[in-house]
């Protein structure tokens, strides 16, 4: 399904009703360019399941935790050179543990994702400066 944000808080609005869908070891996987506005989804998705810290993106520290009723682990695979290096850091450890994954950059990890992985592509639209185009696939908000 394709939604049109028109601002930030229009993506964080679709990160909580993606939460609002999502159960534990659920994966979203990330598509999009550098200020696409994946962090903004993502503090929306953290809000969404009852995470109360900071978002921030994990770009220096390859995963953020954030605790809450379900905790929600994010990812940034932008350093990384492929999905090896996604298993050195405990990737299945990740997905075993009760909580969400949100990854960042996911196409360098394509192989490394289980299936059921929702994939959620954020595309600005360059005809409107704070637009942008956000399509979700594997869950229906």
Partial sequence: MQYLSHSAADT??????LAAVLRSGDVVAYRG???AGKTAFT???AAGLGCTARVSSPTFTVVNEYDGPLPLFHFDMYRLSGAEELFDIGWEDYLSRPG??????????EDALPPGTVVVTIEHRPEEEDWRTVTVEGRDL
């Fill in 12 to 17: 964080e609005e679709l990160g909580r009703r």
């Fill in 33 to 35: 360019g550098l200020g």
């Fill in 43 to 45: 503090r929306g998705l």
């Fill in 100 to 109: 969400v994954c949100a990854v960042e950059w996911s196409e360098r990890v």
